[in-house]
């Protein structure tokens, strides 16, 4: 059973920081690519980051460039995003994601094919 597991959400005050964490199990995915989205209340889900399966290559959606840093470790089968200079409209529930396509050019992407269940990161004002 491939599982995704969430850690690091929580609250913090704006101009704050926080550091999400992903662990994959039951399949590898040093070969695909792992990202992350999330989801705003009364919004749809969001894409936010995405590292390719090297790790050679970021991409970003364009309100957290220069904020945000993805990150993975192939060896422990993990992802992680670096949130810096939080802002309330940062406050969603973010989701980590596995095994998708990604066309950097034009930010468009195929459906994950794995989720994990969500961490939710709050900031304050």
């Known amino acids: 059973q491939v599982k995704l597991v969430e850690s690091g959400g929580g609250l913090v005050q704006t101009g704050g920081s926080l550091r999400l964490s992903c662990v994959a199990s039951?399949?590898?995915?040093?070969?695909?690519?792992m990202g992350w989205f999330r989801q705003a209340p009364g919004k749809e889900r969001e894409f936010v980051a995405v590292?390719?399966?090297?790790?050679?290559?970021?991409y970003y959606t364009d309100s957290v460039k220069d904020r945000f840093t993805i990150s993975r470790d192939n060896a422990k089968n993990s992802v992680s995003l670096e949130m810096n200079s939080l802002k309330p409209e940062d406050t969603a529930v973010y989701y980590c994601a596995a095994d998708f396509a990604f066309y950097g050019g034009s930010n468009i992407y195929t459906e994950p094919n794995y989720w994990g269940p969500g961490t939710q990161v709050t900031v304050s004002s």
């Open positions: 039951g399949r590898t995915f040093s070969s695909r690519n």
């Open positions: 590292i390719v399966r090297s790790g050679a290559h970021t």
